[in-house]
């Protein structure tokens, strides 16, 4: 198995990201938009621009924001802290499909059961598999698709060895030992506090991989997030 140098694949993600967003006609929210920008090295400035990014604001209107680098470059680990049904699910979910371009990329969908996952895996599998308005899917040939969260059987593999997989923290076992690409952790308030992070960072490093925790901040040890 050949895989790609990081820094191409992170190039990657980035390009892959606007064709998912342009296909399922997507603009995202503006803190959307934010923590996406962070992950490619970039920050999203109050300030409108013809060649910048278009964000939705709250009251549904379009504009088109200005960018700026980020200090310290792509951001590696990332939050979306915010209430029940503000698209923090939905916004994981687009941002991790993007690794569907990249050969052989591991992304894992962790919750603290498996149905935790099935938002995120869901919005997934549809914004790389649905067709929509005549026009066919982004990807239109895979080896196998499982959403069974009762079974414990939530995958899906592309025909280019790419594997978005659901786990459930109950069996945190299974985590280790492996490259990964991505960690999504689905309503990360549920889980136990940041070892969920630190204990299996290592899967990481090979691949200078993402951690990205979209969550509602229902516990005290999410505040770390705040002071970060």
């Known amino acids: 198995m050949v895989r ?5 694949r992170d190039s990657m993600i980035t390009a892959f990201r606007q064709i998912v967003c342009e296909r399922n006609e997507i603009i995202p929210f503006l ?27 709250s ?16 951001a590696r680990v990332v939050a979306d802290l915010g209430a029940f049904k503000i698209g ?3 916004g994981a979910a687009i941002w991790a499909a993007a ?7 591991r992304v894992q969908l962790i919750g603290l059961e498996y149905d935790i996952c099935e938002p995120e895996f869901t919005y997934i599998v549809e914004a790389l598999l649905s067709s929509r308005d005549g026009k066919p899917p982004l990807i ?4 196998s698709l499982q959403n069974r969260p009762r079974d414990g ?18 069996r945190k076992d299974t985590l280790k030992g492996k ?5 999504v952790y689905c309503e990360a308030y549920m889980l136990t506090g940041m070892e969920v992070f630190t204990d299996f960072s290592q899967n990481l490093r090979a691949r200078d991989g993402f951690a990205v925790f979209p969550t509602t901040p229902d516990r005290p040890w999410v505040q770390e997030f705040h002071d970060c």
Request: net charge negative; hydrophobic share 40%; glycine share 6%.
């Open 4 to 8: 790609l140098p990081n820094v191409l």
């Open 31 to 57: 803190h959307q938009a934010e923590w996406w920008a962070a992950t490619d090295g970039a920050r999203i400035l109050d300030v409108e621009a013809d060649d910048g990014v278009d964000v939705r604001l």
């Open 59 to 74: 009251d549904n209107t379009v504009v088109r924001r200005a960018l700026a680098p980020r200090h310290g470059g792509r």
């Open 88 to 90: 923090k699910s939905f």
């Open 99 to 105: 690794f569907a371009a990249i050969p052989h990329a």
């Open 140 to 143: 239109s040939k895979y080896s």
């Open 153 to 170: 059987r939530m995958y899906l593999d592309l025909d280019n060895g790419a594997r978005f997989e659901a786990k459930s923290w109950e």
């Open 179 to 183: 490259e990964i690409d991505c960690f």
